[in-house]
Every structure is written in C-alpha cells, then in structure tokens.
C-alpha cells in the first residue's frame, strides 16, 4: 500500500458514515458489482445471489429511504423487508468493499472506534458470519486460476484436485466452460501430475482462449449429440471425469454420455441442489449404475460441495 492509497484510506475513514455516505456508497458498489458480473459473462456465483437481493432491497426503496439520517434509521426504513441481520451483514459488505483492498490494521480490530457512525457494527468482522458455503467460490471476486476466472468453490477445488489423482482420468468434459478457467486449471493440474489428459469443454458461449491439452467446443446442450458426437467420443481413452455444470438439458446431457461411461469413470453433476429430480430420474432409468462417492461429497462436512450428493462413481 503506498503513500497515496493510505492517505485515500485516511480521508474515507475520516467520513462519517452516515445515510449521504452509504448512499454513494451503495451506488458505486452496485455499478463495480454489475461490472464484475460482467467479466463473470453473467454467470452469478451462490453469494452473487444475496448480492442482488440486497441490491433489489435498496433500489426498490431508493425514494423512501431517508438518505439524509443515519444509518440505524435506514436499517429501521427496510428492516420489513429483510431480517436485520442480512441488512447489516449486506452493509457491512458494501463499507467492507468501499474501504478496498489493503486495509490500514486498526480499522480491522476496532472498527467502531475509527469509523465515525451511527450504528454500532464491526463491519469487517460480521461479513462473514454464517455464510461460509455462499461465499465459498469467493466473497467478491471469484476465485483466479492464473489470468481467468474459475466457478469452483474452494471446496471443490479441494476436492477435485484429489479425485483427479486417484482417479488419474485420461480424458476429461466439461459441460459449460464459463471463462475457461476452470479447464485451464483442470489441464495445468494433470500436467504438474505428470499425467497425459486431454480436456474437452463444451460452452454454447465457447471461450477464446487456446491452451495446451484443452479443446473449447461450442454448442447448444439441447443438442448436444449434434456436437459431442458418440463416434469421437468412444475413442477417446479411459478413465473419464465428466463434469456437468451447464444447467441445461441435464437429464438428455446425462443420458447422452450414459453408454460411454464404464466402471470406474466418474460422473460429477454441480451445482445440483436444484437438480435433484432429474439426476434421481436418470439414475432410475439407468438402473442405478452409479453411486454416490460420499468420501468426496462430505470431505469437508455433509455435501460441503456445490455437488450435492451427486460425485458418482460408475459401478457397472
Ligand atoms: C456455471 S457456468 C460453468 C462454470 C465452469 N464449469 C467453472 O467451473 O468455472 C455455466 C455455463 O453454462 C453455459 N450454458 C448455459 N446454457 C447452455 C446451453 N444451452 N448449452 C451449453 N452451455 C450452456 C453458460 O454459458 C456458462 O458458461
């Protein structure tokens, strides 16, 4: 932090922080958020999704909140609308973001003592409370593999990264790409183990990125046998990880790869809490030849993944 970003620092914790400030706050947090989504191409993290309802609350009482006072009476002028708590942890949130990235050591262990406002809250401490799933693909910011960014949560990185060398797979799909990072970070992982793995990623947004071992292949998951043609892919060698995080078609997609998965592959479906009935379909249809690996889903706690219940092991 040089001079200049500490005396910025300085001036911002000098404010009061009142209604006026948290105002202008909250707009250039809502203009910087819209951005980053952007960067993202608009695929939301889980704690995006409390992001926009805190954003929703504030824009859609703009007019009758009462800017001018401080902040315990702009708490009590939407405390109808949300439980007081999200109300301070989505504040804390926005201050916490205002004050940036390199933050002077007294504001993190006495906030209220530096901090001139109205409202008796440890903002850099509450942020993080109860939340630790939501915010486990990143806070702000996702989660950076070299120049990209990648959608894992921190404990799907973790997890992955063991499956992948127990499982050594020689061929790797990706259904949804999203900005590529995760397939650049799935190739550069199987490289360091020294293990010979080709990953195809299928987006219907291909990203423009060109990376040893990694093909980006563009299509629609509703037509997915039109692109990832069986043909193909009965040639490419064994053992498999397929990985569906697309969200679209899943139980076609599924049913897609279903006869080139063989015992031994892997089936990981993410972000499945909403997907349940279609995998508890698929699994029905296929005889149940797969089986949850619960040492993986529940490595960190019970589905402490964004796979929930759903790392399958193909048995037969
Ligand atoms: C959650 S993101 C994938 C994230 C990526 N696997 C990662 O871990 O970083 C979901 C992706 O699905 C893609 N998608 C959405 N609809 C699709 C469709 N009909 N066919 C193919 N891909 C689709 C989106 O473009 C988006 O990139």
Not at 14 to 19: A, H, I, S, T, V
Not at 160 to 188: N, R
Not at 288 to 311: E, R
């Amino acid at each position: 932090m040089d001079t200049l970003d500490m005396n910025i620092q300085h001036e911002k914790v000098m404010e009061k922080l009142d209604g006026t400030m948290l105002r202008k706050i909250y707009e250039q947090f809502s203009s910087a958020w819209a951005q980053k989504l952007q960067t993202q191409g608009n695929v939301p993290t889980f704690y995006d999704h409390v992001i926009k309802d805190g954003l929703t609350l504030f824009s859609m009482n703009i007019e009758s909140i009462p800017w001018e006072k401080d902040l315990e009476d702009i708490i009590l002028s939407v405390e109808h609308f949300a439980s007081r708590q999200g109300i301070e942890m989505f504040i804390s949130q926005m201050v916490n973001w205002y004050y940036g990235r390199y933050v002077l050591y007294d504001l993190r262990v006495q906030p209220n003592e530096m901090i001139q406002s109205s409202l008796d809250i440890d903002f850099l401490k509450k942020s993080a409370r109860d939340t630790t799933f939501s915010m486990s693909q990143g806070y702000f910011d996702c989660l950076q593999w070299k120049d990209t960014i990648l959608f894992k949560t921190v404990y799907d990185l973790a997890i992955y990264q063991m499956l992948m060398w127990e499982l050594k797979p020689k061929t790797i799909i990706e259904i949804g790409s999203g900005t590529g990072g995760s397939a650049v970070w799935m190739a550069d992982l199987m490289a360091s183990y020294g293990i010979e793995s080709k990953i195809i990623s299928f987006d219907i947004i291909a990203p423009k990125i060109r990376y040893d071992n990694v093909t980006f292949l563009q299509g629609d998951c509703n037509h997915i046998d039109q692109i990832m043609k069986v043909a193909i892919l009965e040639k490419m060698p064994k053992p498999w990880l397929l990985i569906e995080d697309a969200h679209v078609n899943v139980y076609g997609v599924l049913q897609h790869f279903h006869p080139l998965l063989q015992e031994g592959d892997y089936l990981i479906v993410e972000d499945s809490e909403n997907k349940q009935k279609e995998i508890n379909r698929f699994l029905k249809d296929t005889n149940k030849s797969y089986l949850v690996d619960a040492q993986y889903c529940d490595f960190f706690g019970h589905n402490m993944t964004c796979s929930y219940d759903s790392i399958f092991r193909k048995m037969k």
